[in-house]
């Protein structure tokens, strides 16, 4: 059984940084792309940010580029999103996400495992 465990979000102020970090465990196939969705209620969830098996490609969404960067752990079943600039709208249920298909795939929302969650809150 695969799992994904997310860790570090939490409540920070306009401005300031978070760093989530999701961990896969169990059976997984191999080169798997990763990401990150977020949802608030009563919306959709949507996508954030994916990043490729080996990191050489990652996208994101265009409301935190420049802001928000993925990478993946020397280990490659560790995805990381440093989140800097953090913005009311940002207030979200962070997910991670992993695929068998490619990083675009994922981005498209074609995802095999979901984490938990973790609850990001960016006060004004």
């Known amino acids: 059984q695969v799992q994904l465990v997310e860790s570090g979000g939490g409540l920070v102020q306009t401005g300031g940084s978070l760093r989530l970090s999701c961990a896969v465990s169990?059976?997984?196939?191999?080169?798997?792309?990763m990401g990150w969705f977020r949802q608030v209620p009563g919306k959709e969830r949507e996508f954030v940010a994916a990043?490729?098996?080996?990191?050489?490609?990652?996208y994101y969404a265009d409301s935190v580029k420049g802001r928000f960067t993925i990478s993946r752990g020397s280990a490659k079943n560790t995805v990381y999103l440093q989140m800097n600039s953090l913005k009311p709208e940002d207030t979200a249920v962070y997910y991670c996400?992993?695929?068998?298909?490619?990083?675009?795939?994922?981005?498209?929302?074609?995802?095999?495992?979901w984490g938990q969650g973790t609850q990001v809150t960016v006060s004004s």
């Open positions: 169990g059976r997984t196939f191999s080169n798997y792309a």
């Open positions: 990043i490729s098996w080996t990191g050489g490609s990652a």
């Open positions: 996400a992993a695929s068998g298909s490619a990083a675009v795939r994922l981005k498209e929302g074609l995802v095999d495992y």
